[in-house]
């Protein structure tokens, strides 16, 4: 690997972006005392190509699901563009809404939660090809029994409820819903972070190969940083709304640029205890700051080991800018 | 190929048996003494109220049946008579059929409590599914109404307007109809607000479903439990305010049996003859019961904390 | 080696429930001695939560101890009374939960809530006991303790209440902790703060823990022995070392190489353990995990395996054990492929179940 100086980001061909997020904010109004506001998501742009499985991860408070919620149109933009596929989805309404859901989907996290608990689970692998009009009733019955067996159950349960199967196959039959319409992209929001140890692992692999079979683009949103390294192409690092570092998955791991990513990194025990004895995590002082007053300058200086604050860390914000490999970038006054 | 997939995951073909949603909260009830007491003594009820209406002559199938005497027909001779074969609970004031009496009030009054609930539930599930789901100045302007109605003390509104359209069957009706929806409006709108934010409502939308298949095929059926609880602890209410009124002589109007008449009528003689009033009002308090412990019932067995 | 501070032997707790008895513990023996950690691991439903409420007799109905004994410095605990057992709880040994926001009572300030962790056992007079709760947030490293102690739960931050948590739980010194998940509700960073307290509290104040996780990881970080739960049994136990670094049970092996690890770069897949875990109301014959194993034999269907010794201080619940499986299973299931049988009865099913795909 070439010596640490500013190489330039690898220039992206456009046509290989599939999703363009410019200047984002959301910023939700506080009841009570008017002009404050939980800035949610403060400034993020991001892109996601063709193609790839992008990681997002960050702690509480740093904005991921909102940003999730921004990019799926469930929330609208306080300010900004998000691009799909070519189309301003920020500006769509209505039925044209509707009809670019048909190539974005999601996956949520609570396999409790995101079933319609008296809904059975055909009605629900149905209602994505009734809402569209997809095919004769008939076929979309088949259809229904085709995506179960795809995602591993047993396609004869189509008039089971949701509570009478376990979490694992419940995120299974999200996942199985999430492809009915066959879409291009699919967010998935801790689509794994509820479930136990080993049918994580099932699952995982399922994205894995359906991702392959399908040529699917994966926006995957995680705290867990062992999983997002597993499956994720790029890396994105989001903390206070905003991002802080980007670059190929090898390239984070191994030569993170910002200080908040290096000391994530270092706080992940590893299941290996010869490493554990030896390792010293880097631990930040202090606590995340509300989003609703992030510090001034660079959000990330009143926790930040190597912070020259009073200085430039305190006054100014770092924008994102190549350090360390080709298509990394940090934001960091003294990245690297 | 794509099959393939499915079987070189660790396939999951076993599920364990098949418990239906309604049929587990059936169980649920079958399990409560007193609320399946209550529902016989209703379904009794039920069956003695529409036997007093058919044929439609005075008294109906029971008096067809030689059961009980005719509740309109006055035998002066023979006021307050004690329990007999021909009149099982004794007379009135005016020689008429207790019995009778109060199986064709039975009627009126289980009328009454439970139709009504479908004109609440009209009124109050409209305005407050319409509230909770657009939220903003609907919401605002729809809950301030709510607000106001429910300032005025219900009974003087009940009053007012069956002043208004006159005492009746009818009028007391739409009056109850138009008074006691505003408990259900702010139930619904709750329901309402706390589904919104589920995830299954949020994957519905990512999955294409407009606005008023989401309040259907999703907002409502997931409202319906508390909302069926509450509807079903309305009927006493309802049952309840009809005999107040008709007691106080602003409601149903005699001849017509209905209990409280029937407590009006003898409230008079009360201590010449307790019984006139001491029938009557026990059977209001056990329709009144009944439906209070089928409706506790219902509440434990719709709870949503169900198996996980 | 220190002296046994907790013994557990054939510990049973069932509960009795509307659809059978549910087996929830089901012969578990395990010890801890005074000073060291253990670490409790297993998937949900695994046993090892009420394993450790059964061991402070906290079992919530419609479950109980039935039989078993839980010897802690030689006093049988399930013989106790209720004098004997609330002095034992809280004093002896104390106990911290995963979610700290529900473990904590909302409506009093936190300094009060410490405050009565000593004085309901009256080890420290009234006057003593203000005085302490200072010095135990102190000692939980958080920071500007003095003004803390009038804070209400809900002005901490998740961190510092399961901080709180632990000042709460160390009041009284206790000799053996039990931590539930301590971890798993916090933030990356702030469970890498936690974990590095409980470290310093071990060495400072040498009270032994019992880890109660899934998290393999943190296993590793903390602990020195290690015991391995599926369906209410111990599968496997020994030194933290020794374990990661050959386990002999095929779900222990199973579940470390299940987990991705942050610091290596991608393998093709990870393993998957197959299937559900096990009815505990009607648990498979022979092995719980059978059904499960990559490696099984015909004898694990029909009985049992005792817990053998393996290896100096390592014992495992297997009749094959991962160092006499065969090298094409190893292979297989490193590859979680289905073997040819499994394979071919599948797609016989998929043929039954409908239309063919496409």
């Known amino acids: 690997m070439q010596a640490a100086e500013k190489a330039p980001a690898t220039a992206v061909k456009p046509e290989a972006v599939l999703l363009r997020v410019e200047s984002a904010f959301k910023y939700f109004p506080v009841s009570g005392l008017g002009g404050l506001a939980v800035r949610a998501v403060d400034g993020v742009d991001l892109e996601i190509r063709r193609g790839e499985t992008l990681g997002l991860v960050g702690e509480s408070g740093c904005g991921k699901s909102t940003l999730a919620r921004l990019i799926t149109a469930l929330l609208p933009v306080t300010a900004g563009k998000i691009t799909f596929d070519g189309q301003d989805i920020t500006k769509l309404r209505g039925r044209r809404l509707r009809r670019i859901r048909q190539k974005m989907q999601m996956i949520f996290q609570d396999p409790y939660a995101s079933l319609d608990p008296r809904m059975t689970v055909g009605d629900i692998l149905q209602e994505p090809l009734d809402n569209f009009g997809i095919g004769s009733v008939g076929h979309r019955r088949r259809r229904v029994q085709e995506l179960l067996r795809l995602v591993g159950l047993n396609p004869n349960f189509t008039n089971r409820y949701p509570h009478e199967f376990s979490g694992g196959q419940r995120q299974r039959i999200g996942i199985a819903r999430a492809l009915a319409l066959n879409p291009s992209f699919i967010v998935c929001d801790e689509a794994v972070s509820a479930l136990d140890v080993s049918i994580q692992a099932q699952i995982i692999n399922l994205l894995q190969d359906l991702q392959k079979e399908f040529q699917l683009t994966y926006l995957f949103i995680a705290h867990d940083l062992a999983v997002v390294r597993h499956l994720s192409d790029r890396i994105a690092v989001m903390y206070l709304g905003k991002v802080v570092e980007t670059a190929n998955r090898n390239d984070i791991y191994e030569r993170p640029q910002h200080p908040y990513t290096k000391a994530l990194l270092s706080s992940i025990p590893v299941p290996d205890p010869k490493v554990e004895r030896e390792r010293a995590p880097i631990t930040l002082k202090g606590e995340i700051p509300s989003p609703v007053n992030p510090p001034s300058g660079c959000r990330f200086h009143t926790r930040c080991p190597i912070a020259r604050a009073p200085g430039v860390c305190a006054e100014q914000e770092p924008a994102l800018e190549a350090h360390g490999a080709a298509d990394q970038v940090a934001a960091c006054h003294f990245a690297g | 190929m794509a099959t393939a997939i499915g079987i070189v995951q660790q396939v999951d073909w076993d599920v364990p048996e098949q418990t239906g949603l309604w049929s587990d909260a059936w169980v649920r009830f079958r399990r409560n003494p007193l609320a399946v007491a209550g529902l016989a003594v209703i379904v009794v009820m039920i069956v003695l109220a529409i036997g007093a209406r058919l044929p439609t002559n005075p008294g109906g199938l029971w008096h067809v049946l030689h059961l009980t005497g005719d509740p309109v027909q006055q035998e002066v001779t023979n006021t307050y008579a004690l329990p007999s074969l021909q009149h099982p609970l004794g007379t009135d004031v005016l020689g008429r059929d207790q019995l009778s009496r109060i199986l064709y009030g039975a009627s009126i009054s289980l009328t009454i409590g439970i139709v009504v609930q479908f004109l609440i539930l009209i009124i109050g599930g409209v305005i407050g599914m319409v509230a909770g789901y657009f939220g903003g100045w609907i919401d605002n302007l729809l809950m301030r109404f709510t607000d106001i109605m429910y300032a005025f003390p219900d009974l003087l509104l009940v009053l007012v307007f069956v002043a208004a359209f006159g005492p009746s069957f009818w009028s007391i009706f739409i009056a109850l109809g138009l008074v006691y929806w505003v408990g259900l409006a702010r139930l619904v709108r709750g329901q309402v607000l706390s589904i919104k934010e589920k995830e299954y409502v949020e994957a519905a939308i990512m ?69 006139q009033v001491i029938f009557p009002g026990i059977a209001v308090a056990l329709t009144m019961l009944s439906f209070t412990f089928v409706g506790d019932g219902l509440r434990d067995a719709l709870d949503p904390r169900m198996r996980r | 080696m220190g002296q046994i501070l907790l013994q557990v032997e054939d510990l049973h707790t069932q509960f009795f429930t509307s659809r059978g008895v549910v087996r929830a513990v089901d012969g578990v023996s395990l010890h801890i001695d005074a000073g060291e950690t253990l670490g409790v691991v297993g998937e949900s439903g695994c046993g090892k939560t009420i394993t450790a409420l059964s061991v402070l007799r906290l079992v919530p109905e419609p479950g109980r101890i039935t039989s078993g004994k839980i010897l802690f410095r030689g006093r049988d605990v399930t013989k106790m009374d209720d004098d004997e057992i609330r002095d034992f709880r809280g004093n002896d040994v104390a106990m911290i939960f995963q979610d700290p926001m529900t473990s904590l009572n909302p409506v009093t300030k936190i300094g009060f809530q410490i405050e009565e962790a000593m004085t309901a056992h009256k080890r420290f007079s009234a006057g003593l006991a203000k005085g302490r709760v200072v010095e135990l947030l102190k000692r939980v490293r958080v920071p500007a303790a003095e003004t803390r102690v009038k804070d209400y739960p809900h002005q901490f931050s998740g961190g510092m209440r399961q901080r709180a948590m632990i000042a709460m739980g160390l009041a009284n010194e206790p000799a053996l902790l039990i931590a539930d998940e301590p971890t798993t509700a916090l933030d990356v960073t702030v469970q890498a703060q936690i974990i590095q307290l409980m470290k310093q509290l071990n060495r400072e104040l040498g009270t032994a823990m019992m880890l109660i996780t899934h998290n393999m990881a943190l296993v590793a970080s903390l602990c020195q022995r290690v015991v391995v739960m599926y369906a209410g049994r111990v599968v496997e136990e020994g030194p933290v070392e020794q374990i990661f670094d050959s386990p002999q049970h095929p779900y222990t092996w199973s579940l470390l190489r299940s987990v991705p690890r942050v610091d290596e770069a991608r393998k093709d897949r990870l393993v998957s353990i197959r299937g559900l875990p096990p009815d505990l109301v009607n648990s498979p014959a022979g092995c719980k995990f059978h059904p499960r194993c990559p490696f099984v034999v015909d004898r694990c269907k029909v009985e049992e395996p ?33 073997s040819v049988e499994a394979a071919q009865t599948l797609k016989a099913q998929a043929k039954v179940g409908g239309v063919a795909g496409s």
């Not at chain 2, 409601?251 to 003689?269: H, L």
Request: glycine share 8%; aromatic share 8%; charged share 20%.
């Open chain 3, 306 to 338: 005792p817990l053998a010794e393996v290896a100096p201080d390592q014992v495992a619940r297997c009749w094959v054990l991962m160092r006499n499986a065969r090298q094409e299973d190893v292979d297989a299931a490193k590859t979680s492929a289905l």
């Open chain 2, 207 to 275: 999955t294409g479903t407009s606005p008023f298949k989401l309040i259907v095929k999703h907002l409502v059926p997931n409202s319906l439990g508390p909302v069926i609880v509450t509807l079903t602890f309305g009927i006493p209410a309802a049952i309840f305010t009809e005999a107040a009124l008709s007691f106080l002589g602003i409601g149903i109007r005699p001849p017509e049996p209905s209990w409280g008449v029937m407590i009006e009528d003898g409230y008079a003689g009360i201590f010449a003859d307790p019984r």
